[in-house]
């Protein structure tokens, strides 16, 4: 097991790169120890977050997709750090999970990837296919649920960034991120700093995965965001404890 590090030193954003590791695969299994009316309550609760999030990039999706070239945060910050964390990618195929209007997408096909992106979005996903002119392949599918639509070890690259924070628990999309890819595949990760989080949203108890909310004022008209905060042994021991190893960390 190889595990490099390095932080970014503003402790805002991380970006990471993680190799699968097939021969230290663990298998775990989940004791459900809520009861029926418990586990209906949250599942019923994170529909309803899902729906305000989709409802939230659907109505800034447009103004997004104007800006996402040059804002200062994704043209200068989490693009380029996420993107040197990338191997060269000439005819690698890429999964793009997540990949909102496309821009990622656009970058690694001028490189030479073959890409296939997906955003529960769907105006976000018709936004890639405009950008991309018919290169690549987008639909739309929620990153939580099983990406059926990928085959077994079919992918050399999965690239997710700013995205997984909209999910409460990683586990399940951290296992299908593995099983699309190939044997020494590489995911790669773009999240916002944990301790950043933490102390943005003013949290009372950092070990907590807990629902934020968040009034987005650079996409028109001011919008809502709901996503989930987590301490940072949330964010590393889902992909720990399935299959992968922490390769690098920017």
């Known amino acids: 097991m190889r595990i490099t590090t390095g932080y970014n030193s503003g402790f ?12 230290s695969k663990k298998l775990s299994i989940a004791n459900l120890k809520s009861g029926s009316k418990q586990l209906k309550t949250t599942l019923t609760t994170n529909k309803m977050i899902k ?13 997004y997709n104007e800006l996402i070239d040059h ?17 060269d990618v ?12 496309g821009k990622y997408a656009e970058i690694l096909i001028d490189k030479g990837a073959i890409v296939k992106g997906f955003d529960i979005s769907p105006k976000m996903v018709e936004l890639a296919i405009l950008r991309n002119h018919k290169k690549g392949e987008f639909f739309v599918h929620d990153l939580s649920t099983s990406f059926s639509m990928i085959e077994d070890h079919s992918c050399d690259i999965v690239l997710c960034a700013l995205a997984l924070h909209y999910i409460e628990d990683w586990t399940f ?17 773009s999240i916002e700093h944990p301790f950043y989080d933490y102390n943005f949203f003013k949290s009372k108890e950092y070990f907590k995965v807990e629902n934020v909310k968040c009034t987005w004022k650079g996409f028109g008209q001011p919008v809502e965001v709901n996503s989930f905060r987590r ?3 949330e964010c590393i021991t889902p992909l720990t404890d399935n299959g992968f190893y922490i390769d690098k960390i920017s």
């Open 231 to 233: 301490p940072l042994s």
């Open 51 to 63: 729906e305000k999030i989709i409802s939230a990039y659907e109505l800034m999706a447009d103004k």
């Open 71 to 87: 804002k200062p945060h994704n043209a200068y910050y989490d693009r380029p750090n996420t993107l040197q964390l990338l191997p």
């Open 12 to 23: 805002h954003q991380a970006g990471w790169r993680a190799i699968t590791n097939f021969l």
């Open 173 to 189: 999309t951290i296992k299908e991120f593995h099983r699309v890819l190939k044997n020494k595949g590489i995911l790669v990760i």
């Open 90 to 101: 000439n005819g690698k195929i890429i999964l793009d999970a997540a990949c909102g209007p």
